[in-house]
T-cell receptor, first 115, second 114 residues
Framework: AQSVSQHNHHVILSEAASLELGCNYS??????LFWYVQYPGQHLQLLLK??????LVKGIKGFEAEFIKSKFSFNLRKPSVQWSDTAEYFC?????????????FGSGTRLQVQP | NAGVTQTPKFQVLKTGQSMTLQCAQD?????MSWYRQDPGMGLRLIHY???????DQGEVPNGYNVSRSTTEDFPLRLLSAAPSQTSVYFC?????????????FGEGSWLTVV
């Protein structure tokens, strides 16, 4: 079965530090890739998504992610984090050539940004 | 336009009780789904529906039932609650089955089974 791995479970950064959160998936075919964010007390929101084309995807709030097919990775980056980025981040994958039609989520990475 | 609405937000059940988590969306979305979120495990798909009258199982369907009699509503039923079902439940909807469309999540339902 396909899986999504987020190896960083809890990341603590100071404001203005750069961020990179890892995401690896196990499916070998064509995939759609997503990053969702969950701010404290709120529901999940889409940060960015990749379908095809340019492997560097830009999302909201200065986030970007790079799809590296050879590494089965879709890492999330931000050059300079803010205190308001404190949240939990989830990577999600959907294979394109199955009938599942549903996302498989990683276990999440909790980001804590200290002022 | 309310988006995805879940009720109740908080619920405490005794082991063996049954209950229904309600989910409604007003965006005329064909695709609806239920996830549970547990610490360290991310979100896991319980059941999903690609349209009225059509439902299917996700990763963790045991102990849960769903139905989709209308496009708008997708209730999740716990048949006989167990402590292992203590979790946060999210309903989500999407325009259709194309996974590239944005998923909209409800605000979550916190369920504790004692």
């Amino acid at each position: 079965a396909q899986s999504v791995s987020q190896h960083n479970h809890h990341v603590i950064l100071s404001e203005a530090a750069s961020l990179e959160l890892g995401c690896n998936y196990s499916y070998g075919g064509t995939v759609n890739l997503f990053w969702y964010v969950q701010y404290p007390g709120q529901h999940l929101q889409l940060l960015l998504k990749y379908f095809s084309g340019d492997p560097l995807v830009k999302g909201i709030k200065g986030f970007e992610a790079e799809f590296i097919k050879s590494k089965f990775s879709f890492n999330l980056r931000k050059p300079s984090v803010q205190w308001s980025d404190t949240a939990e981040y989830f990577c999600a994958v959907n294979p394109m050539d199955t009938g599942r039609r549903a996302l498989t989520f990683g276990s999440g990475t909790r980001l804590q940004v200290q002022p | 336009n309310a988006g995805v609405t879940q009720t109740p937000k908080f619920q405490v059940l005794k082991t063996g009780q049954s209950m229904t988590l309600q989910c409604a969306q007003d965006m005329n979305h064909e695709y609806m789904s239920w996830y549970r979120q547990d610490p360290g495990m991310g979100l896991r798909l319980i059941h999903y529906s690609v349209g009225a009258g059509i439902t299917d199982q996700g990763e963790v369907p045991n102990g849960y039932n769903v139905s989709r009699s209308t496009t708008e509503d997708f209730p999740l039923r716990l048949l006989s609650a167990a402590p292992s079902q203590t979790s946060v439940y999210f309903c989500a909807s999407r325009l259709d089955s194309f996974s590239g469309n944005t998923i909209y999540f409800g605000e979550g339902s916190w369920l504790t089974v004692v």
